[in-house]
């Protein structure tokens, strides 16, 4: 140890000794104390500069010699690594085979004594660190603090799991303060190590930025390869998002549930600059396909959407989130960077301006930035060649997304844009109406295919148009009025979309009158004579050659013209207009145009559900499916835009047969019609007429299981406030069903025979079961199948003795049933026996078996059967 320390001595120059006899009495602050002296009273020779003081030579030797040790700590910490986790494995393997004995005691200490030793090691690194690292570090020469610098560079490198820390990365950090340490040794560590490097990124990165503007050529080549290490690794957690986002590339839904799950934990999702620079890169990276570019354009706007506080995914309840203050005020600071990332990269929309999968969520993202920073930044021109890159985005264009996002976003610049910027946006709107106006009137003669395909383009653009803003069209009407007389030699789809903007120009008519101070007598006579054209090709459509043709060609067609023609009654219904200067424009269709129009929803209705799903990649099939016009139909008679006695109890009777959606808006309309009138018996018992005469056949009873649950409910509630003695009325519903459901009813319903209401009801009970009995054998064996749905639950209501009487009854009647049928093989006959002479036995305690039980004919209780 004396050598050794002389050794150390004589390299930093200084004359001193310790005698071997004297060292473990020597005190450290005394050798310390006499070393500067010896540098004061300059007897220290400097052997590495003579530019330096002869006390830094003492650091310098220091960090030479005494730095280093970390790096050899380091080598024996990873061994012991391996071999902790080594034993590790092996301790676990031994478990497996037992729960002691001395190899597992053995395994145990062996971990315990390797683990201590690393924490040992790792706390002699920290001392190290904090006492030698941090003095040299500091150091005013440049050889020093490189020197330090570049072994921390090493530690990080070879034992991530200590030096990787805030602690040991802010001295990193600091060093980019000066520029004689822009050290290659943090972009050399930063590949393998991203996801640790959060902190220092965070905290450092605006001291990189301006580094890369440094005077100093050197300086600022070393902050942007810095820069671009860190930026690459931000691609580098991209990529991995894109590599799942390519599992759900066909579903965008299940897309937005993966990005709104990681938003909250992962950084470069937010990094829009990043992804911009990805999406704009001329040489894109091997992996980048075309998929990858659309989940690339796609999670952007999401994530975006999630920066200011939308919701990208159904919440699961509707209420709309409240956001404190600091909250708002972090969606505003979000939305800010988005609009300068937008600024400075307004060739993002025209790198994807033809590409119809890209362009809906690059458009539609403009509707999240803040329009107010283009003239506060002075970047005019950059708003100006965006607007102008939407308009022609929008005659590029043929698809439903791509032509909605590109209104929504161009209405936007236009409504939210300010002083010359506004001005701006609403003459490129004009100059758009008037371009799209004048592509319908060159393409209406349908000379040829070219022609009718441009006119389809056209029709749809100005479609999504009207959707959102009154397009001034009225030269267009009477043109669009003679083409749809031509029905039958044109494609169906151009008659939907004539159709439709007809009745688009109606409403905005309309709204204008409405909304109008003074209105003139000449606005309301055009408004009335275009509506009564519309309606005329709309009723004509209600004929019996359009119901017979509701096939796959037509499907979309008998659609539109229930929902178009359903949504005028709507608006010009007559509660609306009465009793005011309009009540002109106020209409009320006839029992017979309503008994059409229903015979054309109904047909659509029954459109089996393989054609939905073949149409259900199709655009604006939420628009023509069958929920479509179950919602048209019955908002009709919720809102008395008709009389409900002319579609409510048709409505009603489709309750369930067509999937949960129907029946919840089946649902809705009668609790509607319960706020406005108690007694629906009328309705419902005509639903339940309408049902039994559609689905008359055996094999369609289960159609009306929930449908019965839930009206006769409803039926019953209603009945009984008037007359407790239901019996007449609830046997005349079951020889109507024939359907067990209708037992589940009475079973699980408000008219429930159980407890000591068994005895108070016991003659209405015995009248139902009696009743039943005769019905069922009225026209024996076609309807004894009675006697198992209905009848049978009733009878278990009774006592023992009613049912021994019933049972000796119906044995009695096969001898009066006119067949030359054997009644043993009349099975509903057979299950209903054989259930009344297993209560029987149950009830006397006998034992199974006898009383004449015939096991093949034994049923379970139908309670629990279809």
Not at 556 to 579: K, N, P, Y
Request: include cysteine.
């Amino acid at each position: 140890m004396v050598k050794l320390l002389s050794m150390l001595f004589a390299a930093c120059g200084a004359k001193y000794y310790i005698k071997e006899e004297n060292l473990d009495e020597t005190d450290v602050d005394d050798v310390m104390v006499a070393l500067v002296s010896l540098a004061k009273q300059g007897e220290v020779e400097d052997y590495q500069s003579s530019k330096n003081t002869p006390p830094r030579v003492y650091r310098q030797v220091a960090s030479l010699m005494g730095l280093p040790l970390v790096t050899s700590f380091i080598s024996v910490a990873k061994a012991l690594g391996l071999q902790r986790e080594t034993t590790r494995r092996q301790l676990n393997a031994e478990k497996k085979k037992t729960n002691d004995g001395p190899r597992l005691e053995s395994l145990n200490k062996r971990l315990t004594s390797t683990h201590d030793k690393i924490t040992v090691i790792e706390e002699m690194m920290r001392k190290i660190f904090t006492g030698l690292f941090v003095h040299p570090y500091r150091d005013i020469d440049p050889s020093i603090q490189m020197s330090c610098i570049e072994l921390l560079g090493v530690w990080i490198s070879s034992y991530t799991s200590l030096f990787l820390q805030d602690l040991y990365l802010k001295y990193l950090g600091w060093t980019l303060n000066d520029k004689e340490s822009i050290c290659p040794c943090i972009a050399k560590e930063v590949d393998d190590n991203v996801p640790s490097l959060g902190l220092f990124t965070e905290r450092f990165s605006n001291r990189m930025i301006e580094l890369a503007g440094d005077i100093d050529i050197p300086v600022a080549v070393g902050a942007i390869g810095l820069l671009k290490q860190f930026l690459r690794n931000s691609e580098v957690h991209l990529g991995r998002m894109l590599q799942i986002l390519r599992e759900f590339s066909a579903d965008p839904v299940l897309s937005m549930y993966v990005i709104d799950d990681v938003w909250e934990h992962m950084k470069a999702i937010k990094d829009w600059k990043c992804v911009i620079s990805m999406l704009l890169d001329e040489n894109p990276r091997a992996e980048l396909t075309g998929e990858d570019a659309t989940n690339l354009a796609r999670l952007l706007c999401a994530s975006i959407k999630k920066a200011v506080g939308e919701r990208i995914v159904p919440a699961s309840e509707n209420r709309k989130p409240y956001y404190n203050k600091a909250q708002k005020e972090i969606f505003e600071s979000n939305r800010k960077d988005i609009t300068v990332a937008m600024m400075k990269n307004p060739q993002l929309l025209c790198k994807y301006v033809a590409d119809k999968e890209k362009i809906p969520n690059l458009s539609e993202l403009i509707v999240y930035i803040n329009l107010e920073l283009f003239s506060l930044k002075r970047q005019e021109q950059s708003f100006k060649y965006m607007l102008k890159t939407l308009k022609e985005a929008f005659f590029k264009h043929l698809e439903k997304d791509a032509l909605r996002s590109c209104v929504i976003a161009i209405n936007f610049c236009s409504g939210e844009s300010t002083a010359e910027l506004q001005d701006f946006a609403r003459n490129q709107v004009n100059e758009l109406e008037d371009e799209l106006i004048e592509k319908i009137k060159s393409s209406i003669k349908l000379e040829d295919s070219d022609d009718e395909y441009s006119f389809l383009v056209n029709l749809k653009r100005l479609y999504e148009l009207q959707l959102s803003r009154n397009v001034p069209i009225d030269r267009l009407y009477e043109d669009f009025s003679s083409v749809v007389q031509t029905f039958g030699d044109i494609d169906t789809e151009i008659v939907n979309f004539l159709l439709l903007n007809m009745y688009l120009h109606v409403t905005w008519s309309l709204h204008n009158i409405v909304s109008s101070e003074t209105v003139s007598a000449d606005s309301v006579s055009t408004l009335l004579s275009r509506r009564n054209v519309l309606f005329e090709w709309l009723e004509s459509f209600l004929n019996d050659s359009l119901v017979a043709e509701v096939k796959k060609h037509t499907y979309q067609l008998a659609c539109r013209v229930c929902v178009i023609l359903a949504e005028l009654w709507f608006l010009f219904r007559m509660r609306t207009f009465s009793s005011t200067k309009l009540e002109r424009l106020g209409y009320s269709p006839d029992a017979s145009v309503c008994q059409k129009f229903w015979k054309l929803c109904e047909t659509h209705i029954y459109i089996s559900d393989e054609t939905e799903e073949e149409d259900a990649n199709k655009e604006y099939v939420e628009e023509t499916n069958r929920d479509a016009v179950m919602i048209s139909s019955a908002k009709l008679v919720a809102c008395e835009a008709i009389p409900k006695e002319y579609l409510a109890s048709d409505i009603i009777s489709h309750y369930v047969m067509h999937g949960a959606s129907a029946a919840e808006i089946v649902k809705h309309l009668i609790n509607v019609l319960r706020r406005k009138d108690d007694d629906l018996s009328d309705i419902l018992l005509g639903a339940l007429e309408k049902v039994y005469f559609m689905i008359a056949c055996p094999g369609n009873c289960i159609l009306l299981i929930t449908f019965s649950m839930y009206v006769v409910k409803h039926l019953i509630n209603v009945l009984r406030r008037k007359d407790d003695d239901l019996s007449d009325i609830l046997l005349g519903a079951l020889e109507k069903a024939h359907f067990r459901s209708m037992v589940e009813v009475l079973r699980d319903g408000s008219f429930n025979f159980t407890g000591g209401a068994r005895n108070k009801h016991r003659s209405e009970i015995l009248k139902i079961v009696r009743d039943g009995i005769d019905y069922a054998f009225s026209d024996a064996p076609k309807q004894l199948s009675f006697l198992e749905c209905s009848v049978l639950h009733f009878v278990y209501k009774l006592p023992h003795a009613d049912i021994l009487d019933i049972l000796k009854n119906v044995q009695r009647r096969t001898g009066n049933v006119n067949t030359d049928e054997n009644p043993s093989d009349w099975r509903p006959y057979n299950i209903f026996v054989d259930n009344l002479r297993v209560k029987c036995v149950k009830i006397e305690g006998l034992p199974e078996g006898k009383e004449g039980v015939s096991v093949r004919h034994r049923a379970v209780p139908p309670s629990g059967v279809i």
